[in-house]
């Protein structure tokens, strides 16, 4: 029981976190993020949300700082939204999945290309 809770509340954080990234917070820093994962502990304590910034690297640095920078205010707004004894503590990490996996696909055309040229 106590796990299907935990897979509950991660998933309400991670559609307050999207919403509220989307329409509450105003930093012009703040590229274009995606909340692809949250985990929150057994004990409801602490939140690991995971994060995709697109952007050069500078840019997602960039955003990266800012979006640590507002983690207080991102917490109160998410207060007002979910209600609970406790708000759990947000850790934001980067999530690298989509990367990698854009990566292997312009692999994997490359190898198609070139076994396309060699059967000619």
Do not use: N, W
């Not at 991670?14 to 985990?39: N, W």
């Not at 939204?81 to 055309?109: A, H």
């Amino acid at each position: 029981m106590d796990f299907q809770r935990t897979t509950r509340l991660s998933e309400v954080i991670k559609e307050e976190l999207s919403d509220i990234l989307q329409r509450k917070l105003k930093d012009p820093r703040i590229g274009f993020v995606t909340i692809t994962a949250v985990e929150v502990s057994r004990d409801l304590r602490h939140a690991h949300v995971f994060v995709s910034i697109l952007g050069e690297k500078e840019e997602i640095e960039k955003t990266y700082q800012s979006l640590v920078g507002a983690r207080g205010f991102i917490r109160s707004e998410l207060g007002k939204r979910v209600r609970m004894k406790f708000l759990p503590e947000l850790s934001f990490l980067l999530d690298k999945s989509v990367e990698k996996s854009i990566r292997i696909t312009e692999i994997i055309q490359e190898i198609h290309k070139s076994e396309e040229g060699s059967t000619e």
